[in-house]
């Protein structure tokens, strides 16, 4: 049975390098993490508008304080877009292991219940953004773009995640004394 | 071209990358970070690879629309740990939660939920964050490339070969496997 991706991490990393390169000639890097606010900030402005206009950091990422839709926002609706196209197309060639909700190492480890998998994704959602907001950016604008314009912070950032998320993937998988 | 119909393409092409890579897959990711599957990992130094030599040659035209973002060191590396443990834990990190919830997983649309959740909880917190973190130990928005002081592109490509080097013959699967 295929276990492997549709494509090679050879093809799918020259053409991430070149699709990078590609977005800094004609606008600006790939970034990911900031868009998350900006929703924050368009549904804040649209609920309480007072409250988004008082909180420094909404009005800051309100896509340059006007509260639409920018560069960085259409970019990620379009990974929506062209992550759902591409699923749909390539349903039948995706390994079996990594399609649907429940994943089978994550059952193996700790059961089939769908109440722990999804509390403990959105948990995860949370730290991801908390951390990645604090650190300026994510795996796509500090490591991919960040790292790829030698950006000192970037760096530090790629370090210091693959650090702890090793440690913690670890500990996750330890072997369960029976 | 539009700037919006530009980003909207691009985040297309970025989506449909990591779809077909299988970086929205909890398996490929676990097993990168159990040092067990190291796919993403070589599909992340490629990708950086390829990508310091493409934004250094066109900075060397000066075309380079580059996007530095600074470093304060303590804030990134509060975040940066944080990050990790919700990537561990999540199995995504905010883009490919991005795209496994346009295949309809639902464990990618609950770590989405959460991340917008965690975004808003880092704008309730900012005040006292920049004052601590981000004002702190601020290098400023500063490169290697301006560390070193020289040409941008003398550094990428040596950057750039050892990285494709250590993605095509160095690093193996199987480190983190056991008996």
Same mark, same amino acid.
């Given at each position: 049975?295929?276990?492997?991706?549709?494509?090679?991490?050879?093809? #799918?990393?020259?053409?991430?390098? /070149? /699709? !990078?390169? @590609?977005?800094? +000639?004609?606008v600006k890097p790939l970034g990911v993490s900031t868009q998350f606010v900006v929703t924050d900030a368009m549904v804040a402005h649209q609920v309480a508008p007072e409250f988004a206009?008082?909180?420094?950091y909404l009005a800051k990422y309100g896509e340059q304080s006007d509260w639409g839709v920018g560069y960085g926002w259409m970019l990620v609706f379009g990974m929506l877009v062209g992550g759902g196209l591409t699923a749909a197309l390539? %349903?039948?060639?995706?390994?079996?292991?990594?399609?649907?909700?429940?994943?089978?190492?994550?059952?193996k480890q700790f059961g089939a219940s769908r109440l722990k998998r999804f509390a403990t994704a959105f948990a995860g959602g949370v730290l @991801?953004? +908390?951390?990645?907001? !604090?650190?300026?950016?994510?795996?796509?604008?500090?490591?991919?773009? $960040?790292?790829?314009?030698? #950006?000192? $912070?970037?760096?530090?950032?790629?370090?210091?995640?693959?650090a702890v998320a090793i440690g913690t993937a670890k500990f996750l998988y330890r %072997?369960?004394?029976? | 071209m539009n700037t919006? !119909?530009?980003?909207? !393409?691009?985040?297309? #092409?970025?989506?449909?990358?990591l779809f077909l890579g299988g970086a929205s897959s909890y398996r490929k990711i676990l097993g990168t970070l159990l040092l067990r599957d190291m796919t993403i990992i070589k599909l992340m130094l490629t990708a950086i690879g390829v990508g310091t030599l493409?934004?250094?040659?066109?900075d060397l035209g000066g075309l380079a629309n580059m996007s530095i973002k600074p470093a304060y060191v303590w804030g990134i590396v509060a975040g940066g740990a944080i990050?990790?443990?919700?990537?561990?834990?999540?199995?995504?990190?905010?883009?490919?939660?991005?795209?496994?919830?346009?295949?309809?997983?639902?464990?990618?649309?609950?770590?989405? #939920?959460?991340? /917008?959740?965690?975004? +808003?909880?880092f704008s309730l917190v900012y005040p006292v964050m920049d004052a601590w973190l981000l004002q702190n130990a601020n290098l400023g928005k500063i490169t290697i490339v301006d560390v070193i002081g020289i040409e941008g592109v003398y550094l990428a490509i040596p950057f750039s070969l050892m990285l494709l080097a250590l993605a095509f013959f160095v690093l193996k699967d199987g480190y983190g496997t056991e008996s």
């Open positions: 049975m295929r276990d492997e991706p549709i494509i090679s991490w050879k093809v #799918a990393g020259i053409m991430l390098g /070149l /699709l !990078l390169t @590609l977005a800094t +000639f004609l206009e008082e909180n420094a390539f %349903r039948d060639r995706q390994p079996m292991l990594d399609q649907g909700s429940m994943p089978s190492m994550w059952v @991801l953004l +908390f951390g990645a907001r !604090l650190a300026g950016g994510c795996t796509s604008g500090h490591m991919i773009s $960040g790292i790829s314009q030698l #950006a000192v $912070g970037s760096f530090i950032f790629g370090v210091t995640t693959f %072997r369960r004394s029976a | 919006l !119909l530009i980003g909207f !393409l691009i985040g297309c #092409a970025f989506g449909a990358i493409g934004v250094y040659l066109l990050f990790g443990v919700g990537w561990a834990i999540s199995g995504y990190c905010p883009g490919t939660c991005v795209v496994g919830t346009s295949e309809g997983k639902l464990d990618a649309v609950f770590t989405l #939920a959460g991340a /917008l959740v965690g975004a +808003f909880l």
